[in-house]
Structure formats: structure tokens, C-alpha cells
């Protein structure tokens, strides 16, 4: 491994790590355009934040369907909550 110039950039393998993926997922990745990068020379350079923002709409995408998928535990929680259980209680004065 290089010494990092830029905390920045990502190369194949940092990508995959970061992803927690093979490097080869990475380049089927970058071949497809699920995730941008650039080839200087002979490696790519991706930018973290594109790393990171590929992972964040998975996450978001995959929780969101887990959310409506029925039978599921915790979609039928949200599911059963009523709007008036979720309301603020009034005050009392004795």
C-alpha cells in the first residue's frame, strides 16, 4: 500500500475494504456505473465521498424496504401505532 497523499481519494482496494467487498466487486462496480471513478494512469481513483454516498443510499434504500415488507416484525410495530398513541398527553391541573 502507497503512502496517502489525500484522505479524499480511494483506490480499488481501499474502495473494497471501505465496502467491505472484493476489489473485483468494486471494478464490476465502477464497469456498470453504480459507482464513479476515474482511471489516471493504470488505477482508478474514486473519491470517498462517492464511496460513502453509494453506501449511505443502500443502507437507506434496503432499511426503507425492510420497513414495508409485511411480516416483519418491526414493520408491523410502525404499522400498528395509531396517530392518537403517538400524541402528546394533555396536561392536567389539580
Known amino acids: 500500500m502507497s503512502t496517502r497523499v489525500n484522505d479524499s481519494t480511494l483506490d480499488i482496494t481501499e474502495a473494497g475494504k ?11 462496480m465502477i464497469d456498470n456505473g453504480t459507482l464513479p471513478a476515474g482511471k489516471i494512469g493504470r488505477a482508478y481513483v474514486l473519491l470517498k465521498r462517492d464511496v ?5 443510499q443502500i443502507i437507506v ?3 426503507a424496504l425492510r420497513m414495508r415488507t409485511p ?4 414493520a408491523n410495530l410502525v ?5 392518537a398513541q403517538v400524541g402528546v398527553s394533555k ?4
Do not use: A, F, W
Open 52 to 56: 460513502m454516498n453509494h453506501i449511505e
Open 79 to 83: 404499522r400498528q401505532v395509531r396517530p
Open 71 to 74: 411480516g416483519r416484525k418491526s
Open 18 to 28: 471501505l465496502m467491505n467487498v472484493h476489489p473485483k466487486t468494486v471494478l464490476d
Open 61 to 63: 434504500q434496503q432499511t
Open 91 to 94: 396536561q392536567h391541573s389539580y
